[in-house]
């Protein structure tokens, strides 16, 4: 739900003083990456929508398309291939383009005459081919981890050794942490020394004291805001939509929206800010510090469940002020492909044309990536 615009809060130099001081300058600066946090991620609940209705009748229409026209594609050469007029040489370069061309198509679907075509082209077997590599992936992992991820692993299935070491690192995490309380607790039960007691009494009293400080902006705002002192129904209404606020920020120890809540209801002014003691400011400090580490984590999942809902890989880079400027990159590739693949199964229909094509393929000894298909128009 959108938030309303708060009041800012930050702390402005004083008349008699011409420099803020350490304390000061670290609590504008926490504001201030504060509210670029929440800029991002309302940028990021702004955007979503927005997106996933361009992509969802967009972009997923024309991938439909250009699969289908590219799985035509596939089925045109396979019969071209068989045609008396296609050499030799011709056909091994048609083995070559066939095999990659359905390799892909059955990557993305498990479509039994693609990986058939596939089979016949290159010479091999594609279950046989998945299952090679993800015993060759196996072992790599069970090496790099020391760990026997089991024998009654399902060898054409690389989503399965995913998931199986997925659940491993999981585990070992858990078991990491388990470790680490028993030794904490170990620690515990052994007989503190003088140092060890003094820092733990100083911590407990500043975490205290952090505590009074944001109990106390909490008391100030909930004894002026109590609805149940309100006569008026209007009135009353407005204070208790607002103390619902009050209660939120205060259950998520949310200082800043608790200042913010203050100076939108002007309980405290500009010199008020102005005037917060160093003590009082080193409390707040850590408390907005705790506030930002908060926010950077709820970005990293936004974006990480935004990237995993529409198949973006994990190194690109996401921002939601370009994302959709990216998407309808994508729609104007696509539409490209799919008006090339559209001419070429027009062309490839004359035989003639597939030869002639052919001819500007130079013949490779080994079966290359798709990437190396720079002569293949489609």
Known sequence: MARPNPTPVIIAPGHNKPTLSKGQKTFNRLIKQIEERRARLSAWEAVTHEYHQKYVSKLLPLEETCKSLRTRMVQLLDRTYAEKAITKTERRKLDRIIAELAGELVGEDEDAEMKAIYNRHSQSDYDGEVAAETREMKAMLEEILEVNLGDDLDMFSPDDLMQRTQAHLEQLVADAEAEDQAQQDRRARRRKSARQVAAEARAQEEEEQISLSIREVYRKLASALHPDRETDPLERERKTALMQRVN???????????????????????????????DRLKHYNKILKEQLAELDQEILFVEARFADSYDILSFVALSPNTVMRDLDDDIAELKLAVDQLESDLVLFKDIKQVKAWLKTIKARPTRPSFDDFDEIPF
């Open 248 to 278: 939120q920020a205060y259950a998520r120890r949310n200082l800043l929206e608790l200042l913010e809540l203050q100076l939108e209801l002007e309980h405290i002014d500009q010199h008020s800010i102005n005037s917060i003691s160093e």
